[in-house]
Structure formats: structure tokens, C-alpha cells
């Protein structure tokens, strides 16, 4: 790994986290667990079609610890674990079936991802399968989010030729 | 497929499964209070005489639950995103309360 490549995965940890610091201060666009814009997700996303794999992986969890530390909630780092690992799993693997215009539908299924991900934790942390019943709602907002942050996502892969690494893709 | 086109699809399917979700109606008006898988408390809302106010303390935090005739609803929460605050009454037949960072439930027992 080159100084120029860690310089750049730096760059995108500090871009995903401001965008998370922005994120925490609009309040919830629904009162419901776990519906979020994940504005965050966008350097994910970037990272996936941009990076290796292994450094997408290290920008998505040094996001994840440093966020949970400037939002002081030890206790969401669990979920956020579960649904950012299995979004990334997911992504990872659609990234090899398609295209960079069809960038946004892999943020899309990446949310939904996401949201099925953090379902899941839930379940097991708080104890009761009740909470399955946000099932439908978690997916048809994490479906709307992830587009919004997908057609981010592909913008700024074309605009931001700034931090495009050489013998990336 | 255009992102729009994608959107109203999922639109649609989101719409059909939430459809078929909303069909069922709680048999009774029986309330679990749950922490940590634990239930902490079953209420029978249509025996309770007076209103009551249930402190719950966690490791994350504190939760206080409002118990009315009739009627349950989170009161107050310590932690930042006030999302099981704003919930508002728990709904006959509606989703349940949940407080995701400190691990409580209030739910519909079966």
C-alpha cells in the first residue's frame, strides 16, 4: 500500500465521518429504530467501486468505531457493525456483476443490506423476535435511502476525479 | 431499468407487504416490558386503575415508561435520538416501542 493510496482511504474516513457528524445533527426523518438517510454510506459506496476490497473494509470500520465515539453511543456500535459488514458483503459482490452506471442499484440492495443487517442484531440484542415486525418498513426506507445515497454516490465517481487512484479498477 | 422506475417498483412491493402485514389485530391488551430479552413486566392495560410511572435503568441508560388506563408510552429517554419517545402510545395492532441503544421493548404479548 503507497503513501498516495492511505493518504486517499485517510481522505474518505474523514469525509465519511463529517458526513456522519452532519447526519447527527438533522433529527430523524422518522421516529421509527433504525431509519437513517446514512449519509455516510456514500464514501462506502465510493470506496467499494474505487478501492480493494480489504480497503474498503478498513475505511467502513474505522468509520464505524470513530463514529461511535463522536456520537458517544457505545451501545449503537453493534448494530452498526452488523448492518455495515453484511451492506459491505453485499456490495463487494454485486460489484462484480454491475456496471458503474448501475452504481446506485448496488448502494440500493447495499441499504436494504444494511437495515436486514441491523434487524438482525436487534434481534438477537434485545431479545424478542417482535421487532421483526419493522421488517417491511426497514427495507422500503433503507430501499429509498440507499438510491439517494447511490445516485451521490455515482455523481461524485464522476466529478471527483481528484482522489481517483492510479491501477484502481 | 432508470432509478425512478426501480423506486416505484419497490414502491409497490414494500406497499403489498405492508398490506398484508396490517391484517392482524392483537387478541388481548396484554403489554411486555422487555430488557435484554428479559421480560421485566407484563401489563393487562385495560386492569390498570391510575397512572404510573415505570424507571427502568440500564447499562446504556435510563428509560422511564408512562402506564395509563388503557394506554402505554415511553415518557423520557436519556439518550440522544428520542426515537422511542417520539413513537408516541404503543398502537393496538402497531409496531412496537423499541429503544435501540438501551436494549428495551415494549410489546403485545402473544
Known amino acids: 500500500m503507497t503513501i498516495r493510496r492511505l493518504n486517499a482511504m485517510a481522505l474518505l474516513t474523514g469525509l465519511s465521518l463529517v458526513l456522519f457528524v452532519i447526519e447527527m445533527q438533522v433529527p430523524p426523518p422518522l421516529p421509527l429504530p433504525g431509519v437513517r438517510i446514512g449519509l455516510a454510506n456514500v464514501v462506502t459506496v465510493y470506496a467499494v467501486f474505487r478501492f480493494r476490497p480489504g480497503e ?114 | 431499468m432508470t432509478p425512478w422506475r426501480a423506486a416505484g417498483l419497490g414502491l409497490v412491493v414494500l406497499a403489498v407487504c405492508g398490506m398484508t402485514g396490517c391484517g392482524s389485530v392483537p387478541s388481548s391488551h396484554t403489554v411486555e416490558i422487555v430488557q435484554d430479552g428479559r421480560v421485566l413486566r407484563t401489563v393487562d392495560l385495560t386492569a390498570v386503575q391510575e397512572e404510573e410511572r415505570m424507571t427502568v435503568p440500564g447499562r446504556a441508560g435510563t428509560n422511564t415508561i408512562l402506564i395509563a388506563p388503557g394506554e402505554i408510552r415511553m415518557l423520557s429517554a436519556d439518550c440522544p435520538d428520542q426515537i422511542c419517545v417520539r413513537a408516541g402510545k404503543l398502537e393496538e395492532g402497531g409496531l412496537p416501542i423499541v429503544c435501540l441503544p438501551h436494549r428495551l421493548v415494549i410489546q403485545w404479548a402473544d
Open chain 1, 56 to 169: 474498503a473494509l478498513m475505511i467502513l470500520l474505522a468509520r464505524i468505531f470513530l463514529a461511535a465515539v463522536f456520537a458517544g453511543q457505545a451501545a449503537s456500535l453493534l448494530y452498526s457493525l452488523a448492518g455495515g459488514l453484511l451492506c459491505l458483503a453485499g456490495m463487494l459482490c454485486l460489484k462484480r456483476l454491475l456496471s458503474l452506471s448501475r452504481l446506485w442499484l448496488c448502494s440500493l440492495i447495499g441499504a436494504v443490506l444494511h437495515n436486514m443487517g441491523q434487524l438482525a442484531a436487534a434481534v438477537l440484542l434485545l431479545g424478542t423476535s417482535s421487532v421483526l415486525a419493522y421488517f417491511p418498513v426497514l427495507a422500503l426506507t433503507g430501499a429509498a435511502a440507499g438510491l439517494f445515497t447511490g445516485i451521490v454516490a455515482q455523481q461524485m465517481l464522476h466529478h471527483c476525479s481528484f482522489i481517483k487512484i492510479k491501477n484502481t479498477l
